[in-house]
């Protein structure tokens, strides 16, 4: 992994909605817990302003955490995430402990690559159809990847291509997958845009007309 993400936190005693104001609007610190690893959930505060920065970049999501607290630190993956109705507020996160001998189940982003180059769409006017812009997968920490690449380069005309498609590092696993062939679902496809296809099929019934007239 390219990245370190290093997340500040404090012991959280008082617990409840009037605590979780208080700490946002007077620490400028946001609640979150750490759960999972057969240990008890630890309730902590986190810096509001350092997690909203860290949360722009896309790694964030797919990176395991060290959050340090009273000196020790534990390594964890971001689970979950809760924000403000219409306020560009976060209001609490929910971390997972891992363990270097656990599979751990994370939603990775997808990066479309050569997408522009690709044959189906700079020389035949193909459009690409995203069906879906991450993957949920299963690896040991050690494995996860930030991202994964789709090379849009082969891909033909009205090819569609699924999440068995995809190209995984070693010892990466896709959940969906686990779940039969019934979830092998489409990743994205090439297509012409809809007007081109009408186009088309007008153009060939012109040829075929003209065709008749000439016999």
């Known amino acids: 992994m390219s ?19 208080r700490l946002r609007r007077e620490e400028r610190k946001i609640p979150a817990i750490i759960y999972g690893g057969n240990k008890e959930a630890t309730p902590i505060a986190i810096w509001h ?20 607290l009273g000196g020790k630190k534990e390594s964890v993956i971001l689970k979950d995430l809760q924000r403000h109705p219409y306020k560009p507020i976060l209001t609490h996160a929910d971390f997972l402990r891992v363990d270097k001998d656990h599979e751990i189940h994370v939603n990775v982003p997808l990066h479309f690559i050569n997408e522009e180059s690709a044959p189906a769409i700079k020389l035949h006017g193909g459009v690409a159809n995203h069906q879906v812009n991450e993957v949920e997968v299963i690896c040991l920490p050690q494995n996860l990847p930030e991202f994964i690449e789709v090379d849009m380069t082969p891909v033909e005309m009205d090819q569609v291509v699924h999440l068995s498609d995809l190209k995984l590092p070693e010892g990466v696993r896709v959940a969906a997958l686990q779940q039969g062939e019934d979830h092998d679902l489409p990743v994205v496809a090439i297509h012409k845009p809809r007007g081109a296809k009408v186009d088309d099929a007008e153009e060939g019934e012109e040829g075929e007309e003209n065709g008749e007239e000439k016999e």
């Open 3 to 21: 990245q370190d993400f290093v997340i500040e936190a404090f012991p959280r005693d008082d617990q409840g909605r009037g605590a979780s104001r």
């Open 49 to 68: 302003n350092e997690l909203k920065k860290a949360l722009e970049n896309e790694a964030f999501f797919s990176h395991i955490l060290t959050v340090e």
